[in-house]
DNA sequence: CGTCCTGTAACTACAATGAATACAGGTAAT
DNA sequence: ATTACCTGTATTCATTGTAGTTACAGGACG
């Protein structure tokens, strides 16, 4: 099992928009650099506006964000593509046997431990934003520069 | 998406075998708690045994743990059952383009987030043991019989 | 030897993913 | 208004993972 990657493409189509701000950002544009078909940019796009995330108009070539760089978090993108179901990171096994000590409270037992850590991971993409990752290939691309 | 349910049932089995110490725990036995086909149990035991935390034998009705109870954590729990691949809980768009600034720097700013969460992630389940599960369902079965 | 068990293979139904094609409908320039 | 290009969306397809079921080979043991 992996989480989906609209996630990373989620990430990867928001931060193209800004650093290609000058430019358009049509589906077929983001498509070429994520290297997929221009129809999944825009059912991810839809997911993306459908949070608030983006600003795109049918007809009008070129998307925007919806928010100031530093506002939108990988958490926003994460919940908008909708990877995992809320508190459905993990699944458990249904119907164990009520008239089993271990059956009838396994679920509630193990069920805080799994939104626990469905928590924490959440955490640490509510901690992370367009802006550092904007940062981060600016700052990737000036290392390659120099070691060339 | 969703993490597979192999792994809440194999901290089931575990429990419950160290609950049922003093008897017999048969697949037959051990899917009648989970709700399950006894050969979808044989088959999560087999991976439980192939990482060192059970000792079952062809032939031979029941299974016991290979470790102390306080030796055995969720994480290896997690890692037996083989819900999630070596850094692979996230999925990343694969060959994004190379002439482009994002495409070409996005992997390497995003794996180190994805590889992050992951670790925090399991960091959680490394720091509980089967033996808190077995305290914890002892706890709320007395919970229950006062609640009667 | 018969019985019961584990270990596996094979098959099923089902759901999610990601790519592809097609087309309806919006926008705007000529 | 016609044309060209775009977004939004439905449909289809191949692939993969899950979870259950059945079946059976082979071990253990009375």
Redesign the pocket.
């Known amino acids: ?6 996630f990373s ?1 989620g990430i990867h189509i928001l931060t193209l928009i800004e650093i290609n701000k000058d430019g ?7 498509a070429a650099s ?10 991810i ?2 997911m993306l ?2 949070a608030g995330l983006l600003k ?8 925007e964000l919806a928010k100031d760089l530093s506002d939108i978090t990988l958490l926003d993108v994460y919940k908008a593509v ?4 809320d508190n459905e990171l993990f ?1 458990i ?2 119907n164990p046997n009520p008239d089993c000590t271990v059956g009838r409270n396994i679920q509630n037992t193990i069920e805080p431990l799994f939104f626990t850590a469905q928590n924490t991971l959440e955490n640490v993409f509510k901690n992370v934003t367009i802006e550092d990752v904007v940062k981060d290939i600016f700052e990737k691309e000036k290392v390659n520069a120099k070691s060339k």
């Open positions: 099992m992996s989480i989906s990657s609209r493409v358009v950002s049509s589906s077929e544009y983001l994520v290297n997929t078909n221009p129809a999944v940019i825009r059912k796009m839809g506006k459908k795109v108009q049918p007809g009008i070539a070129g998307a909708n990877v995992v179901k699944s096994h249904e």
